[in-house]
């Protein structure tokens, strides 16, 4: 390959590739198709995840005093949501709270979720933008109590934008630079003014110079800070109507796809 830099997504991982052979002894094992117990579908449109091959408990209903079982299920289903999954994530997470001890009601919810799963075998994750061409990333650290909503969200903004720098510089050091700014969302009308008009300095000097970071970055050259409203989010920590509920979905990227082994 020559040594001129990759131009393409192709050139770069052939770049990549070859450069790792000339330090270290690597064995070429053709695309992916399995990857930690998850099935890969690649194709040229989009890269897509379909849910691993699992089985769902064969006896709906446990009894109250099947502790293990229970604790069995919400595992099972806990795996299931951080991985191809995570239109149940909010439910599992609530069902969790009861493994010490699930009443009828949280027997029955269980009931419902694994009859929800196997009723839609079919939903996987869809990664990549076929129309931007663009990448999504999630990020939410929270490591001390806020003041105010408006000082939790604004201080989430400079860890998210530091993850997007590092990866830039690893993106860059392969040859692929960054020609457009990285957009981070924020929900927060408040903290998007802050980061952009910095002028009530009165309610923000409480807050840790270090979470300020993100107000000294140029903007529009690098980074830019955008506010994106909350029912457009494919985020939510609340219960959905049905209607929402699909509509997550699809901003989260799931799809039915028919899988290859059904």
Request: hydrophobic share 40%; charged share 25%; glycine share 4%.
């Amino acid at each position: 390959m020559s040594s001129a830099s990759p131009t393409t997504t192709v050139d770069l991982i052939d770049y990549t590739r070859d450069s790792l052979k000339r330090s270290y002894n690597l064995k070429e094992l053709g695309k992916v198709k399995r990857f930690l117990g998850f099935d890969v579908i690649c194709n040229r449109e989009a890269r897509k995840v379909f849910p691993a091959k699992f089985k769902l408990p064969a006896i709906w209903e446990p009894l109250i005093d099947q502790q293990k079982t229970y604790m069995k299920d919400t595992g099972a289903t806990n795996w299931i949501s951080c991985s191809t999954r995570p239109d149940i994530a909010y439910t599992v997470s609530r069902l969790a709270k009861a493994n010490a001890g699930p009443s009828q009601a949280h027997l029955n919810l269980i009931k419902h979720l694994l009859q929800y799963l196997k009723g839609t075998p079919d939903y996987s994750l869809e990664f990549g933008s076929r129309d931007l061409s663009i990448t999504d990333l999630g990020h939410a650290v929270f490591t001390f109590i806020a003041l105010s909503t408006t000082e939790a969200e604004f201080a989430n903004l400079a860890p998210a934008a530091l993850s997007t720098k590092w990866i830039a510089r690893i993106l860059e050091e392969c040859g692929a630079l960054q020609l457009k700014p990285t957009i981070i969302f924020t929900n927060s009308l408040n903290a998007h003014l802050t980061v952009i008009n910095p002028i009530n300095k009165a309610r923000t000097r409480t807050i840790d110079i270090r979470y300020k970071w993100i107000i000294e970055q140029p903007t529009g050259d690098l980074l830019e800070v955008r506010h994106i409203k909350g029912v457009d989010m494919p985020a939510e920590t609340k219960p959905l109507q049905k209607e929402k509920h699909a509509v997550f979905m699809r901003l989260l990227g799931m799809v039915a796809r028919k899988v290859p082994w059904a």
